[in-house]
C-alpha cells in the first residue's frame, strides 16, 4: 500500500451527525422525485442535463483540487471506488439513457450507496463541506437510479442480475489489477475499510469473498424489488 495522503473519517452509526445527514438525505431525495414526478418531459430534461453537468464538474473540481493541494496520486484520489464510479456512470445515464447503466446502477449502486450512508467513511481531506459532499453525492446516485424506476417508468430486464453480477466482478478484477500496480485500494480490495461493518468479515483477502457474496444478495434483493414491484 502507498502512503496515505488523504485522511480517513467516519462518522459513527447512530450519532447526531449520522441521523441530522441520513434524515436530510431521505428528504432530499424525496422532494427532488416527487417534484420531478410531477413535472413535463421538457423540465425533466433540463434537470437531467443540470445533473449532468454538475457531476462532470463534481469530478473535474475534484481533480484540480488534488493536485492544487499537491495530494493527488492514482492510487487513491481518482473516482473508482464502487459509489464513485456508480455516481460517474449516473450522471451519463441522465445525459443518455442506457439500459445496462441503469440496471448497474439500481442493482449495485442503490445498494452501496446505501451502505455508505449506514456506515459512512469520508476519504478525503474532512471539514464541514466534505461533510456535505459526502451524504450529497451518495443521495444523488439513489436519486439517479430511482428517477429512471420511479418517474420514467423503466423496468429491469428478465435475467438482467446475471449481467449485473458479471460486470460487477469485471469491474473488481481490472480495479484489482489496477490497485497492484499504483498501491491503490480502490473499492477496498487491498485493504478492507477502516469503518466498523457486518458485511467485513476476515482478513484479506477473506473479507473479499463475503463482499461478493454481500453484492450478489444485494443485486438478486433489488432485482425482486425493482422488477416485480410497484411504487406509486
Given at each position: ?65 488534488y ?23 449516473g450522471?451519463?445515464?441522465?445525459f ?35 461533510h ?42 481490472i ?8 498501491g ?9 475499510p ?39
Open positions: 500500500m502507498i502512503n496515505l495522503l488523504i485522511t480517513h473519517t467516519i462518522i459513527p452509526p447512530l450519532s447526531l451527525s449520522w441521523w441530522i445527514g441520513n434524515l436530510l438525505s431521505i428528504v432530499f431525495i424525496t422532494i427532488i422525485l416527487k417534484y420531478l414526478k410531477k413535472q413535463t418531459e421538457a423540465i425533466q430534461r433540463k434537470w437531467e442535463i443540470g445533473f449532468f453537468v454538475y457531476i462532470v464538474l463534481h469530478v473535474l473540481v475534484w481533480q484540480i483540487y493536485i492544487y493541494t499537491n495530494t493527488w496520486n492514482a492510487g487513491e484520489t481518482l473516482p473508482l471506488q464502487l459509489c464513485d464510479i456508480s455516481r460517474i456512470l450522471g451519463f445515464l441522465m443518455k439513457f442506457n439500459q445496462l447503466l441503469f440496471e448497474f446502477i439500481i442493482m449495485l449502486g442503490l445498494g452501496g450507496a446505501l451502505q455508505s450512508l449506514l456506515t459512512p467513511e469520508i476519504a478525503m481531506i474532512y471539514n464541514p463541506l466534505t456535505v459532499d459526502y451524504y450529497l453525492s451518495h443521495a444523488l446516485i439513489m436519486i439517479f437510479g430511482l428517477y429512471f424506476f420511479y418517474v420514467k417508468g423503466k423496468r429491469l430486464r428478465k435475467n438482467s442480475w446475471i449481467y449485473t453480477f458479471l460486470l460487477g466482478l469485471i469491474l473488481m478484477s480495479l484489482g489489477v489496477f490497485n497492484y500496480f499504483t491503490g485500494n480502490y473499492m477496498f480490495l487491498s485493504e478492507k477502516i469503518v466498523e461493518n457486518p458485511l467485513v468479515i476476515g482478513d484479506w483477502p477473506f473479507y473479499i469473498l463475503a463482499f461478493i457474496a454481500a453484492g450478489l444478495g444485494n443485486i438478486l434483493l433489488s432485482y425482486w424489488l425493482f422488477r416485480w414491484k410497484r411504487w406509486g
